[in-house]
């Protein structure tokens, strides 16, 4: 609901605000005095376009801002989806600069025209004599059938199948095109897994068979070396050993002749056991050191087919390899599985393909048997508003399913006795099709959450009778949504809570459109300028009067 309105540097409009009633504002004006002008400034809050050629100042920026109260109209997800803050008291400012950039803010966060567009249109709906568009378009009928049918929950339902099935077949299709793909590569994996299954690796086995390798290439020297360090230790005279028990045995005479040689004698003792078990340790290397060629042989052609596999899959380890060979088993055990996976997959799509079509048939069936009701209400509607001959009619169409449904909906209309029914968006726009568009709103208003509805001149081409039965129907919807009307008819303008007049101020260098809020006495005398022209008779006052009080 919009709370406030202020314009300023746009067109003729230096400085302009309102605060609307929360049901039914009247606004009017003589021709040319701005009210036109206003809804293109509006239409800056719902994300049209424009460009510096509507300043009214060059130098200075043109500023439209409206407070809307929000808090009845779901919005938080939408917010949250743009990442603004929400609150229920919405403002939105629309700026345009002298150079022509605009700039949009909502709760004073700069947001793009698309989000701007989304939003306005939940906020403002603004009907005019050429507003064909909306009702034009199969979505908006389809949406109008479903709020007279009361089907939201019906169409939710379906809408959560339809997503379901939507996911199954995106999973079905994703796992043929792999099992397409899988079918390949299946030989060629098949291949390279019973390649590498063959070798049986084992983690850590190639530096072991590295050092094996080592070894054995070296064996008969290895063995000479040792054996030669061996006679050097173990020489019964000049060994070693038999040097250093000598070296013994005098450190521990030393140490009985004098104590401070027990520190040296102690040393020596670490260094003779670490010696002797030297000794040992070459003794049994030498014992394990064997000449081998067979054997090295089996090792060097193992270590072959191994650094083979890593050069081939681009690797440096076995550890890779056998990782490589885990991929290879999951791959070929996928497509020996796929078979079953597919059929699974598959069964699964038709299931939610099932459900999806069952709750779609319900969801038709349920649009479908409101049809004859729907055009029956609103002839009657448009008989009321002076339009004896209007037919209507609901043309129905089965489609592949999609978010809206299986169904495809066309108003056909005609105005005239004796005419072709058309489709909306091909019947001429005028006050037929206006009033028609008139009707639908009012008949929706119990039905749907509608913005603030805007009529810009609907009575056009309209008076007497008809002129009060519109009024009576707008003062209707305004009991439950807020309306604004722009209006030339005097027994229109009456009926409104609140009335604005927008005129032409000439007090200064240069004209500008204004706009103010009249007084009971104020309101009788526009009435009666509405009714009579410039100059209003005594009369035509009291009939200005008399329209107020009724």
């Known amino acids: 609901m919009l709370k406030s309105l202020s314009i300023s540097n746009y067109a003729l409009i230096d400085q302009l605000s309102m605060q609307p009633s929360n049901g039914l504002s009247m606004i009017t004006g003589e021709t040319g005095a701005g009210k036109s002008i206003m809804l293109g400034a509006v239409g800056l809050l719902l994300g049209n376009r424009s460009d510096s050629k509507v300043l009214l100042h060059e130098d200075k920026k043109c500023v439209v801002e409206g407070i809307f109260d929000i808090s009845e109209y779901g919005l938080k997800e939408f917010f949250d989806q743009e990442q603004l803050?929400?609150?229920?008291?919405?403002?939105?400012?629309?700026?345009?600069?002298?150079?022509?950039?605009?700039r949009s803010f909502v709760n004073d966060t700069p947001v793009l025209l698309d989000a701007l567009k989304i939003l306005g249109s939940k906020l403002m709906d603004v009907h005019s004599q050429h507003d064909t568009l909306q009702l034009g378009e199969g979505?908006?009928?389809?949406?109008?059938?479903?709020?007279?049918?009361?089907?939201?929950?019906?169409?939710?339902?379906?809408?959560?199948r339809y997503r379901n099935f939507r996911k199954a077949k995106k999973q079905f299709d994703e796992l043929k095109y792999k099992a397409f793909e899988m079918q390949k590569e299946a030989d060629f994996n098949q291949f390279q897994?019973?390649?590498?299954?063959?070798?049986?690796?084992?983690?850590?086995?190639?530096?072991?068979?590295?050092?094996?390798?080592?070894?054995?290439?070296?064996?008969?020297?290895?063995?000479?070396?040792?054996?030669?360090?061996?006679?050097?230790?173990?020489?019964?005279?000049?060994?070693?050993?038999?040097?250093?028990?000598?070296?013994?045995h005098g450190l521990q005479?030393?140490?009985?002749?004098?104590?401070?040689?027990?520190?040296?004698?102690?040393?020596?003792?670490?260094?003779?056991?670490?010696?002797?078990?030297?000794?040992?340790?070459?003794?049994?290397?030498?014992?394990?050191?064997?000449?081998?060629?067979?054997?090295?042989?089996?090792?060097?052609?193992?270590l072959s087919k191994i650094y083979q596999l890593q050069k081939k899959h681009g690797v440096s380890t076995v550890e890779e390899l056998i990782q490589i060979e885990?991929?290879?088993?999951?791959?070929v055990f996928q497509f020996q599985n796929l078979d079953e996976s597919l059929a699974e997959a598959e069964k699964q799509m038709n299931d939610a393909r099932n459900s999806m079509e069952e709750f779609g048939n319900l969801l038709t069936q349920k649009r479908k048997s409101c049809f004859r009701q729907f055009e029956k209400e609103l002839q009657e509607l448009l008989v009321g508003l002076g339009m004896e001959n209007a037919r209507i009619q609901f043309e129905h169409r089965l489609i592949s399913p999609s978010l809206s449904g299986l169904d495809e909906v066309e108003i056909l209309f005609s105005a005239n006795k004796g005419g072709t029914l058309q489709p909306l968006k091909k019947v001429a726009s005028g006050g037929e099709f206006s009033r028609l568009l008139f009707a639908i709103k009012f008949l929706m208003a119990d039905k749907m959450a509608f913005p603030t509805l805007i009529f810009?001149?609907?009575?056009?081409?309209?008076?007497?009778?008809?002129?009060?039965?519109?009024?009576?129907?707008?003062?209707?919807?305004?009991?439950r949504h807020q309306v604004i009307c722009i209006t030339h008819l005097p027994q229109v303008a009456a009926k409104g809570e609140l009335h604005y007049f927008v005129y032409k101020d000439n007090s200064a260098e240069r004209t500008v459109s204004k706009i103010k809020l009249l007084t009971h006495e104020e309101r009788v005398e526009e009435l009666a300028k509405m009714i009579a022209g410039a100059n209003p008779s005594?009369?035509?006052?009291?009939?200005?009067?008399?329209?107020?009080?009724?």
């Open 139 to 160: 979505s908006y009928q389809l949406s109008l059938v479903d709020a007279f049918a009361q089907t939201m929950q019906d169409l939710e339902a379906y809408q959560q």
């Open 538 to 550: 005594t009369s035509s006052r009291e009939s200005a009067k008399e329209l107020l009080l009724n």
């Open 85 to 102: 803050d929400y609150e229920e008291s919405c403002i939105i400012r629309r700026e345009i600069s002298p150079n022509g950039k605009s």
């Open 326 to 331: 885990s991929e290879l088993a999951d791959k």
């Open 456 to 479: 810009d001149e609907i009575d056009t081409g309209i008076s007497g009778e008809v002129a009060l039965q519109m009024v009576r129907m707008m003062k209707e919807i305004a009991s």
């Open 253 to 302: 005479s030393l140490e009985r002749l004098a104590h401070k040689f027990s520190e040296l004698r102690e040393r020596f003792q670490s260094v003779f056991i670490e010696l002797k078990d030297l000794s040992e340790s070459l003794v049994d290397e030498e014992s394990k050191v064997e000449i081998d060629f067979e054997k090295l042989e089996q090792i060097r052609e193992r």
């Open 193 to 248: 897994l019973d390649e590498l299954s063959a070798m049986a690796l084992v983690a850590g086995e190639q530096s072991e068979l590295e050092s094996t390798q080592e070894v054995l290439e070296n064996a008969e020297e290895i063995k000479l070396k040792i054996n030669e360090m061996l006679a050097l230790f173990q020489e019964e005279q000049f060994g070693v050993i038999q040097g250093l028990g000598q070296i013994q």
